[in-house]
């Protein structure tokens, strides 16, 4: 995972798995959501804001709205470079961009996958509370600059 500098995105490595693979030897398109996800869970978690912290303070992140474009297929044994940052936040809601490249021995990475996703902050009853401010200002590190992979993120409103 790096460092947040001002407007950057998080990084998490993942390893192309046999099972994870459609009949056609490429990544599934359903197993992206969960490599998404688990770079989300893992950015939260280095930041100081787990998904354990955030529900021990009666606030849980529930996604409401995932868009996803899928650009080259992934292949087996191959690693993935998952980045993950805010586009936007309001009171209750925010949205995340992320983008799932291949990582190339020449440095010159590919993008293969790219999403929007949507999430609220609810309390363990389901009603919508503020967003906290402890999570609000880890987020803030990882700000997307305009354009971030604009042309290949599916469009998505917040």
């Known amino acids: 995972m790096t ?6 995105a998080a990084t998490f490595d993942i390893r192309v798995r046999f099972y994870e693979l459609d009949p056609y030897g490429h990544v599934n398109h ?4 969960q490599y998404f996800e688990a770079a989300r869970v893992h950015w939260l978690a280095e930041m100081g804001q787990g998904l354990d912290k955030l529900q021990a303070e009666d606030c849980n ?3 409401t709205t995932v868009a996803c474009r899928f650009i080259s297929p992934a292949l087996l044994n191959e690693t993935l470079r998952i980045e993950t940052g805010l586009v936007a936040s ?3 809601q ?11 021995d020449d440095g010159d990475d590919e993008l293969v996958a790219t999403q929007r996703i949507n999430f609220a902050t609810v309390n363990a009853a389901g009603r ?3 967003t906290p401010a402890s999570l609000l200002d880890a987020m803030a590190g990882f700000q997307l600059p305009d354009g ?3 042309k290949a993120l599916p469009d998505l409103a917040l």
Not at 94 to 102: E, F, I, T, V
């Open 3 to 8: 460092t947040p500098s001002a407007s950057s």
């Open 30 to 33: 359903a197993t992206y959501l």
């Open 61 to 63: 992140l529930v996604v």
């Open 90 to 92: 309001k009171r209750v």
């Open 94 to 104: 925010a949205q995340w961009a992320q983008a799932a490249l291949r990582v190339n």
């Open 128 to 130: 919508p509370i503020r």
């Open 148 to 150: 971030w992979h604009d």
